[in-house]
């Protein structure tokens, strides 16, 4: 933690270096410049041809690093065998087939190392003092699905088929022994581990793992010794327990491999180049290369360029203000700072900023209004979507200041601070993508007004008509402009903007489109969730349109599996009336994995995933939990029947966490009884109070007013949704009239 706590360190100062240096080339290129001083710089075209003097020799480091790189990739890596994950992996083999016999209640034998070496051990039942009795009379097996069960819970890599392949082998061991037939497990057992240790033994690396475990599955072994009837299950069966059990044991010996690369780099000889006199070191318009560069030093033809006082103060108030963002970051939004990829980004943004202050004074040459066109609302967009509110308000600081530097215009420097918080409070909360559209058409309204005081103010009345034309087209540019870079940036610095909420809740979007083909039900519940977290988010401040998001892909794992769910039984007997409750609490468990699963195949952003996660906590599955304790009384264990995901800890997770609950018990009265406004509350508050008492909203920061307000609106929107409807006459069942 130490170490990339340092590394964070490390890139956000290399970050903010660059933002000063960058912010100030944006400020200060093309303001002055010393042309009767020849200026050199590598990459760029030469001003003019420069001539030896007099015989140099100077080092190509360019072409010295390149071949010195060069002669260091040609060195392989160097690999070591790692006998320890060999052992480790043999060993695991042995212990599955060890678990296998024990859940099966069969004598365990001891681990094998790879040698084919077994003993078979059993447990004393009797002592008299004197030694020890061995009773050879094995208990009686639970049955075989309660034996796969078991042994699926300890192993869940592997194969289903493989485990009830296993334990069939097992259970039909001690009657081919009675018939004088040799048992078939200790040769499958010997066969995967004879497997493993060939595979092992030519070495694996973390790259060729995975080749080597689809080329067992390609290959399975022959097993000549097994009887024809169980081939076809046995092979496939060793094949998955190899590929499962194996373990990359040739690590990449980084030491040896470097020095090896040093060394080979080192041996390197440093490339020279000799120029003699009258030699053309470089022409007009070619790029200067490094070596051309040190060769025209060494002979003197270049003046060091002179840097004037004034390229000095605006390079020292570009560092201020870079250093006043950082400090502004890592106090008042300090779950930014702890994220290099967002300090670039927030550098970034306060580059841009000293390259839009040059606008003014490359369109307004001769008419003092065309200033107005200056891009300022564009920063507060930005900052608005791919941070927050503070992070916008803040961009006033480097917009409204780099302005005043450049231009010295007071107008217009006022003008840039308060362009740049105008769209803040229309961007910070839109729910669809017309209120996104009409809030660049209100914010390039709000400039208006603002042209027109300033120009009023600064310029005399005759600037005004053209100010607020200037203003407003400048306030539409921006906005468009922004609209149009925001998903470049959000993509490239993987942020979750308005724009991307938006195509997320777009009913066309193929996630969605999913689950109403494959899952309806699950569909017409997610969009009723989706409903209800807009309107709580609303009540207590958090994003609606997030929470939204949230809830319309919380079950996008049910489209595995939809027959299992009882939204989608329509019209079908459920199938869990034939499953054991902890094989069907399993089956429920893993819609939230497989959520997962499709929502990195559908590229959902992870902050809208994390409902997913959530949206059960560690909740306990109630009605299959009460169905087992039914059946086996206290014995149950209530851990195997809770949710494997994660307590909510913002306010949209913990909604959607609540709004899933309370529309499925809301939903589930609706079906036994006429829902009544009272009977809804006390569901919704019942739905409430047992995840605050079962601990799931721990971890959160909803306070209890904020949960009261959450009720308040779920309680509204389900007596909406299910508000008494009039009986229409001639339809079957209405009354008829007498």
């Not at 599955?96 to 094998?112: C, D, G």
Request: glycine letters at 6%; aromatic letters at 6%; a negative charge.
């Amino acid at each position: 933690m130490k170490i990339q706590a340092r590394l964070s360190g490390a890139a956000k100062f290399g970050i903010l270096v660059m933002a000063v240096v960058f912010t100030a080339l944006g400020l200060t290129i093309g303001r002055e410049t010393t042309p009767e001083v020849p200026v050199l710089r590598v990459g760029e075209p030469a001003p003019q041809t420069f001539v030896a003097t007099r015989m140099v020799t100077v080092i190509d480091a360019q072409e010295t690093d390149r071949q010195r790189q060069a002669a260091a990739a040609a060195v392989a890596d160097i690999y070591s065998f790692n006998d320890e994950a060999t052992q480790l992996a043999l060993s695991d083999i042995s212990r599955f087939f060890n678990e296998a016999r024990r859940v099966a209640r069969l004598p365990v034998e001891e681990e094998s190392s790879g040698e084919g070496e077994e003993t078979t051990t059993t447990e004393p039942v009797e002592d008299t003092g004197d030694e020890e009795t061995t009773t050879t009379v094995a208990p009686e097996p639970p049955p075989r699905i309660e034996q796969a069960a078991e042994l699926r819970a300890l192993y869940v890599l592997v194969d289903e088929e493989t485990i009830d392949t296993i334990v069939g082998i097992v259970n039909d061991d001690p009657a081919r022994e009675e018939a004088g037939e040799e048992a078939v497990l200790p040769i499958i057992r010997q066969y995967t581990i004879n497997t493993a240790e060939d595979l092992l033994t030519a070495g694996i690396t973390v790259v060729e793992l995975n080749d080597v475990r689809t080329a067992v599955f390609d290959n399975p072994p022959l097993l000549p010794l097994v009887p024809d009837d169980l081939l076809d299950a046995a092979r496939p069966a060793v094949a998955d327990l190899v590929a499962t059990f194996l373990r990359a044991n040739e690590e990449l010996d980084t030491d040896a491999t470097r020095e090896a690369r040093e060394a080979a780099a080192a041996a390197v000889p440093d490339a020279v180049v000799e120029y003699q006199p009258g030699r053309v070191v470089v022409r007009v318009g070619d790029l200067v290369q490094p070596v051309h560069l040190a060769a025209i030093q060494e002979m003197g033809l270049l003046a060091p360029p002179e840097v004037s006082e004034g390229l000095r103060a605006t390079s020292m108030i570009a560092a201020i203000v870079v250093l006043l963002g950082a400090v502004f970051l890592g106090r008042v939004a300090g779950e930014y700072w702890r994220h290099p990829r967002l300090v670039g980004l927030f550098s970034l943004l306060i580059v841009l900023a000293a390259v839009a202050s040059r606008v003014p004074a490359v369109v307004a040459r001769d008419r003092i209004e065309l200033g107005f066109l200056l891009p300022a609302a564009l920063f507060g967009y930005l900052a608005a979507n791919l941070f927050d509110t503070r992070v916008a308000a803040f961009m006033a600081v480097p917009v409204s200041a780099f302005t005043g530097l450049v231009t010295a215009d007071l107008a217009l420097t006022v003008f840039a601070g308060l362009a740049t918080l105008a769209p803040i409070p229309l961007v910070s909360a839109v729910a669809s993508r017309s209120q996104l559209n009409m809030a660049v058409v209100f914010s390039a309204a709000i400039q208006v007004p603002m042209a027109a005081a300033l120009a009023w103010r600064f310029y005399g009345e005759d600037a005004i008509s053209l100010s607020v034309v200037w203003g407003f087209i400048g306030g539409i540019v921006a906005g468009v402009v922004a609209l149009g870079i925001l998903p470049v940036l959000a993509t490239v610095f993987a942020i979750t903007t308005t724009q991307t909420l938006l195509d997320l809740t777009d009913r066309n979007h193929p996630a969605l489109r999913r689950i109403e083909e494959v899952a309806p039900g699950t569909f017409n519940h997610s969009i009723l969730v989706g409903s209800l977290a807009d309107r709580a988010a609303r009540a207590i401040g958090a994003n609606p349109l997030l929470a939204r998001a949230m809830a319309y892909y919380h079950d996008l794992g049910k489209t595995g599996q939809p027959r299992f769910f009882v939204e989608n039984q329509f019209g079908v007997t459920n199938p869990h009336d034939r499953l054991p409750p902890i094989e069907s609490a399993r089956i429920i468990r893993r819609h939230v994995a497989d959520g997962l699963k499709l929502a990195r195949e559908y590229r959902i952003p992870a902050d809208v995933a994390q409902g997913i996660l959530t949206h059960h906590g560690t909740s306990l599955m109630r009605y299959f939990f009460h169905k087992a304790r039914d059946v086996d009384g206290d014995q149950v264990n209530p851990a195997d029947f809770r949710h494997r995901g994660r307590k909510p800890k913002t306010k949209e997770m913990v909604i959607v966490m609540l709004a899933d609950a309370t529309e499925a018990a809301a939903r589930s009265l609706a079906q036994e009884e006429d829902p009544t406004s009272e009977g809804i509350r006390r569901k919704v508050e019942s739905v409430i109070t047992e995840k605050v008492e079962d601990g799931q909203l721990e971890e959160s920061d909803v306070t209890f007013g904020e949960l009261t307000r959450v009720k308040e609106a779920f309680v509204d929107a389900l007596i909406s949704h299910y508000h008494t409807r009039i009986p229409y006459p001639g339809f079957p069942g209405a009354p008829q009239p007498a």
